[in-house]
């Protein structure tokens, strides 16, 4: 495979030089002259697209995009000069932070390492709205990259950038290969044809079947790409994947037909018009084809539980741009097993009434894995079966966050109360984070405006996803009356550990039981902005839970909540040490 070689000056394909400084005296002077500078933290998804910026995986592009290539690309997925480039990479910071024009500014990490030298160029407004639907086709706040970029910043910056030194990565750096040291590798196998997989997931061996027939369709090279950037919360994390990889192209593939190479991109699940990027990047990388699977890219369900993308939407883009890109889709369709034969097929050449095996990513997680149940050979390898079994406690055992929703009076609290104690007795650890007490705490000083609660709900959400994802239960009860913040929240925990609950109580109810006198107050002008009065509050479109606090009691209502958990696997069943008789004889009662 090669070992990662230090950082050098990368020639992109038909872009400009990206100026990456060499040797350790020249990077000690700039980095003295750069710590002179003003200088900003980028976002984590900014760092990541410095990175490919630099090393010249977005060539033609050189550096974030300014309002002209900005402009085309929205409108016609190209840049100024007519090059195609179907998604924005930009960098977005708040107007107040925004430098002078002609001004040099220092690009750092967020541990305030130092990245880059930005010399301000450019400074244009950034409409969120606009993006969602040309790039993402929607303005559903569902989409996790449009519920993000509530948080992203007024105006993007563009100009020339110096990389004083490109971000770090201490994991598998043998196989954090940039594109030119992709591209000798690949020029050094004497195959004309390189054929990329993108992938955000483990292999299965439906995997493995399509790019090994992708390979014998060009006979050539296999580019296993995996992204170990930002994909998409509530995947399975970077570190479990690449150890499936390791083990598939270690010990199923011929070892001069496959090369394994990280790629740490900011992926925006944007459907069709990211399968074309990725096949562009690929281009980069020194592949000719792409293998363009069912759902590329795709984010999941809107808020109307529909997919955002068509299934083989991805596929058609693609096509129609082949020619002029210069990379070949290899479109698959569904792919499922015929036990009776012992092969995979794909769905719509299946012989009638034959007899076929599937089973769903859902499936995978909370049958298989959450379970403690071995996945069968014909679906993964035995490898891939013990790494994944090994990195993945039993449901009843991973993070959720319960997410009570709802006017100030409609019941979260006290709802949020009961269902503590009831998932207690189920065995579970359960941390509370109630509106009013973070406030006092991690909150305090910060005021009812909407950029004030919409940053007091982001940082419960930050919490939250921290507990989750080192499998703790956390019980979020806060007004959040944002829609598009409550889905910024969910993109953080993740869809699948993220149980929505509406308190859906009438405001004329929330106002009878406000023994604080806050509702009347806002009536009469004391208070302003007051959620209900003259603020909106915004429901949720599909919750998953909706609750009644006037027909029903709070422990009723914890109890639907926990019947709910119980279903999903989150929490076992209570042992009945005495079958039902107790509870039986109580009702006689």
């Known amino acids: 495979m090669g070992t990662k070689k230090e950082a050098q000056l990368i020639t992109p394909c038909g872009g400009s030089l990206v100026n990456l400084i060499r040797g350790a005296e020249e990077t000690t002077q700039w980095k003295e002259y750069a710590n002179r500078l003003p200088s900003i933290q980028i976002s984590e998804r900014s760092r990541y697209d410095l990175e490919l910026l630099a090393t010249g995986a977005f060539s033609p592009l050189d550096r974030f995009m300014g309002s002209a290539d900005y402009e085309r690309c929205l409108a016609e997925m190209r840049l100024e000069n007519g090059q195609i480039f179907p ?15 002609d001004s040099e500014l220092a690009l750092r990490d967020a541990r305030n390492n130092l990245l880059a030298i930005l010399t301000v160029r450019e400074i244009y407004p950034f409409d969120l709205m606009e993006y969602g639907q040309r790039v993402l086709g929607t303005t559903d706040d569902r989409h996790p990259l449009l519920a993000e970029m509530h948080r992203w910043g007024e105006v993007n910056l563009s100009g020339e950038l110096r990389m004083i030194e490109l971000p770090r990565n201490h994991d598998f750096r043998e196989y954090r290969l940039t594109p030119a040291e992709v591209r000798e590798y690949l020029t050094a196998t004497g195959h004309d044809n390189v054929v990329a997989f993108q992938t955000r997931n483990p292999l299965h061996r439906v995997h493995e079947e399509l790019t090994k027939r992708a390979l014998e369709e060009i006979d050539g090279v296999l580019l296993l790409h995996p992204v170990v950037g930002l994909t998409k919360q509530g995947d399975v994390d970077r570190f479990t994947r690449v150890r499936t990889y390791q083990a598939l192209a270690s010990s199923y593939y011929e070892p001069d037909r496959i090369l394994l190479a990280l790629i740490p991109l900011a992926m925006r699940m944007a459907g069709p018009r990211e399968a074309l990027w990725h096949a562009l990047i690929r281009r980069n990388y020194g592949a000719n084809h792409l293998i363009v699977g069912r759902d590329h890219a795709s984010p999941g369900l809107d808020s109307s539980g529909e997919p955002f993308y068509g299934p083989y939407d991805a596929q058609e883009l693609v096509e129609s741009h082949e020619e002029e890109l210069g990379v070949k889709a290899v479109p698959f369709r569904e792919l499922v097993f015929l036990p009776d034969e012992n092969r995979y097929e794909e769905a719509d050449k299946i012989p009638a009434g034959a007899r076929t095996l599937s089973i769903s990513g859902t499936q ?32 009843h055992k991973q993070g959720i966050a319960v997410w009570f929703t709802g006017l100030s009076g409609s019941g979260k609290s006290t709802t949020a109360d009961v269902l503590t104690i009831l998932l207690q007795e189920h065995g579970r650890q359960i941390t509370v984070l109630d509106g009013d007490v973070v406030r006092t705490h991690l909150s305090k000083g910060l005021g009812f405006s909407k950029e004030d609660r919409d940053t007091n709900i982001r940082r419960i959400g930050y919490v939250a996803s921290l507990i989750v994802r080192h499998g703790g239960v956390v019980i979020c009860a806060a007004v959040s009356p944002y829609r598009s913040t409550r889905n910024d929240v969910r993109g953080m925990v993740g869809d699948g550990r993220f149980v929505e609950v509406f308190v859906d109580t009438p405001l004329s109810v929330c106002e009878s039981r406000d023994i604080k006198g806050l509702y009347a107050k806002a009536r009469r002008g004391e208070i302003k902005d007051f959620t209900g009065i003259d603020d909106p509050y915004e429901p949720p479109e599909n919750p998953e839970l909706v609750i009644d606090t006037v027909q029903c009691d709070s422990e009723q209502n914890a109890k639907i909540i926990v019947e709910h958990l119980l279903a999903e696997g989150f929490i076992r069943p209570l042992p009945q040490a005495n079958g039902n008789g107790i509870g039986d004889r109580k009702e006689e009662k």
Do not use: H, Q
């Open 87 to 101: 998604i924005p990479v930009t960098l977005p910071v708040s107007k107040d932070d925004a430098p002078a024009l």
């Open 364 to 395: 995978v997680r909370r049958d298989y894995l959450g379970n403690g149940k071995a996945l069968p050979e014909w679906f993964t390898r035995p490898e891939v079966a013990t790494i994944l079994s090994e990195s993945f406690p039993p449901r």
